[in-house]
């Protein structure tokens, strides 16, 4: 009897821990986000390990649970390109760069091409792994100035409409646009249709990388407004993982430099997953990304969502 009330306890003893584990379980939940990882020396791709990847979500330290290469059958691409109609009708030069950059994409990447007509971004067809079909989208603008309305309106409208229900594949939006906000000309970094241009992107797990192109109207020839549109489309790229490519406050000779990097750094991203606090509702949390590797360049969104319940 002795000895069946000690195997009683003992099994009981066992079962305390796991039993006070399960509610500390239950308050963690998990998130994920795609991080860019430039090798510095070599073209080889740098073998990166969850334990070398430091993460903290609103300031707190989280564990990272996985690294997944984006590449082999986790290759899969969904990418935009969205247009300012209100360009000037001069990026009709750069037709045959964008043309080279979307036939250069791999079979894994799948196109569609859409234009800002006010405030929305208007599709003429789906996305499509067939490069010569998606480029039948593409055309010069109307360049008609402020026929956008905001260009933050469409890339919301981008980011809350997202042509594809694929939770696998990435999503990677090119804007061309001289990204002056024409209900805020001058730049205010709390600009709310750039934040929330930015949540959208996040929430809908969408990078977004910017070319500068000088609007129709007036607004871009001057300076200070074009130097703020320059500055809201760096916040943009930035807190959402991309990047801004521009050559001052002109319009680029040739967008096949800014494509060649946009290439190369979608051949060298991951995918990480990590642990967060427990939420009721997605939230939008901010995010810091340390690598323990050397010779690399990181690039990681300034913000991640939390899933809710």
């Not at 000779?253 to 990097?261: I, L, Q």
């Amino acid at each position: 009897m002795k000895l069946g009330r000690f195997f009683t306890a003992a099994a009981l003893a066992a079962t305390l821990p796991v039993l006070f584990a399960l509610p500390a379980l239950a308050q963690q939940g998990m998130a994920k986000t795609v991080i860019t990882v430039l090798p510095k020396k070599s073209e080889m791709q740098p073998s990166i390990e969850p334990q070398n990847v430091k993460v903290k979500v609103a300031g707190k330290s989280v564990e990272t649970q996985s690294v997944t290469p984006l590449r082999g059958d986790r290759a899969g691409l969904e990418l935009v390109i969205l247009i300012d109609s209100g360009v000037r009708t001069s990026l009709g030069r750069q037709l045959s760069d964008i043309s080279d950059f979307v036939k250069s994409l791999p079979p894994t990447t799948q196109v569609a091409i859409a234009y800002m007509v006010n405030g929305r971004a208007i599709f003429e067809q789906p996305f499509s792994a067939d490069k010569p079909q998606a480029l039948r989208s593409l055309r010069i603008p109307a360049g008609s100035p402020g026929s956008s309305a905001s260009p933050y309106f469409c890339i919301s409208d981008v980011a809350k409409n997202w042509p594809s229900r694929d939770t696998q594949n990435r999503r990677e939006l090119i804007v061309i646009t001289d990204g002056i906000d024409p209900y805020e000309v001058r730049f205010d970094p709390s600009d709310p249709y750039v934040h929330t241009a930015i949540y959208d992107a996040i929430r809908a797990g969408v990078t977004i990388d910017a070319l500068y192109w000088h609007n129709a109207g007036i607004a871009s020839r001057i300076g200070w407004l074009a130097s703020g549109g320059q500055n809201l489309l760096t916040l943009l790229t930035e807190d959402t993982g991309g990047r801004l490519y521009y050559q001052g406050l002109s319009n680029p000779v040739s967008f096949a430099p800014f494509f060649r990097e946009i290439s190369h750094r979608l051949e060298n991203q991951y995918e990480i997953g990590f642990t967060t606090p427990a939420s009721n509702k997605t939230s939008v949390e901010s995010l810091s990304v340390k690598l323990q590797v050397p010779d690399v360049k990181l690039t990681a969104p300034h913000l991640v969502a939390i899933p809710g319940k």
